[in-house]
C-alpha cells in the first residue's frame, strides 16, 4: 500500500513539474520569491492544472534577517 501511495505522489508532482515547464517557468528571467512561489504551487498543483487550476504568487514577503 505504501508503494502505491508513493507512485501516486511522485506521478502527481511530475504531471506538475511537466505543467510548469509548459507554462515556461524554468526558463531563464527574473529569479525572486514569486517566482519561485508560482513554480512551486504548480508543481503541487499537479493535474489540476489541466482542470483550470492557475496558481500564482503576486506579492511575496520574505522576512529580513535580525541584525
Known amino acids: 500500500m505504501r508503494g502505491i501511495l508513493g507512485v501516486i505522489v511522485l506521478v502527481w508532482l511530475l504531471i506538475g513539474v511537466f505543467a ?3 507554462r515556461d517557468y524554468f526558463k ?5 520569491c514569486a517566482t519561485a ?3 512551486a504551487l ?5 493535474p489540476l ?3 483550470g487550476v ?3 504568487v503576486s506579492n ?4 529580513q534577517p535580525s541584525q
Request: with cysteine; charged share 10%; aromatic share 8%.
Open 20 to 22: 510548469a515547464y509548459q
Open 28 to 32: 531563464g528571467g527574473d529569479a525572486n
Open 37 to 39: 512561489g508560482s513554480i
Open 42 to 46: 504548480t508543481v503541487v498543483a499537479g
Open 49 to 51: 492544472n489541466y482542470a
Open 54 to 56: 492557475n496558481p500564482k
Open 60 to 63: 511575496c514577503n520574505v522576512p
